[in-house]
């Protein structure tokens, strides 16, 4: 007999790093369980909709504003710290933290929650011993976390230990050691789009995509003018850079233009209507919002910005895919598509409408259709929301996964690094202070020695 949980989710930004978590917390409500979801309000009216609980962390201006301010400075780090204390301080963690722990007082209560940012959730786990299972979105949060730790781990750590201070829990010298400490950590892809990382602490499980044919947050259907518009335009192309402001302002102008030189019947999908040209090209239609998912199966190509969520849908529709990365995860997602043989990629230096142009035309080819069949056919058997609804379940049963802090790993040791990247910044000074004819020698000593 099924036990009927209390399962609180917990997430936090855009549409990708939510809408999973949507579906999810579906498939575990029509189970039977209570499901509550707490993240930013915009959310709400598809939660609700999806028959889930919820609590919002901001107001519409509030996270009007942070939709403004997740742009390409916040990686950059132009605006970094502004965002962290506007998002991030010690006051906003504290009133997450109240408002998660308040939906957490039942019976066979268990957190999902989105890593990094949950920092929250995981407190609330460890102090009253409640099951947690983290999820890694993308392939990059894994590969980037001894980098990450090295970087911002320790400024990190005052607040960490603050925040724990003052719900009475213990201070932590490591930030890794932190945040690898659930039991679960699930992967939202498929083994075969990136095996799991070895080096990680604890065990990553990858479930597969979280998106899955009658799983969807709600249902949404296409457009009755864009339905007469696709009966006259057979296999269109579609440009979409996502659902956020985080993106290089070349992406859709760049597109665009090769999309009015490859003459062909173009949809230009964008939130933001400022981020286009003023003028577009005669075969080029712009729409505010389609269905991605939906329409995908009707597309003949993709230029994309390399999300999670607009990748995976292209891979489900067996959709060719041209990648034009920036910031973040992208580069890397770009990496894989190309590797898989259903897509390629450019790297901002090549944005230019020619070169783009050209990249499409290459994609058109049999090969490459073929093996996005492949894929189309792989993700038939992709149930990444099925699976995680099963393993949230597993979390009400099994002891082993109570949050418990990890003192198996060590961690990365930040004073050591600091020596070592001083002794780094000596070598680099000397050898910068030697003459032309002197680096030559040296170098041609190290690689006599074996070293390069």
Known sequence: MRTMGNVVIVTHWLDGDVIPFVRIGKVLRDRGHKVTLLTHCHFEKMAKEAGLDFEPWDTPEEYKQLVEEMNGGIVLGINNEDFKKKHESFEVRMKEYDKILKYCKEENTVILCKNRSSIAAHMVAEKYELPLASVMMNPTEVVSMISFDRLYGKKDIPLCNKLREEIGLPPIKSWLQWESSPSMTLAFWPSWYAKPEQNWPRPIETIGFPIEEGKEAIKREIPEDFKIWLKEHEKPLLISGGTTKLIDPLFYPMSIAAAELLNKPTIVLSRYKELLPEELPANVRWYSYLPLDEIMPYL???????????????????????????????????????????????????????????????????????????????????????????????????????????????????ELGEKEEEERSKKNKIFKDLTKEQKMKLLFHIRNRGGC
């Open 300 to 414: 003949g190509g993709l230029i994309h910005h390399g999300g999670m969520g607009t990748l995976s849908g292209a891979l489900r529709g067996g959709v060719p895919q041209l990648i034009l990365p920036c910031f973040v995860d992208r580069p890397y997602n770009a990496a894989l598509i190309k590797e898989l043989g259903v897509g390629n990629y450019l790297y901002r230096p090549k944005w230019k409408p020619e070169t783009i142009a050209k990249a499409v035309k290459e994609l058109m080819v049999p090969e490459i259709k073929e093996r996005c069949l492949i894929y189309a056919g792989k993700m038939k058997q992709n149930n990444g929301v099925s699976i995680a609804a099963d393993k949230v379940e597993s979390l009400m049963k099994e002891p082993q996964y109570i949050y418990r802090f990890n003192h198996d790993y060590n961690g990365y040791d930040y």
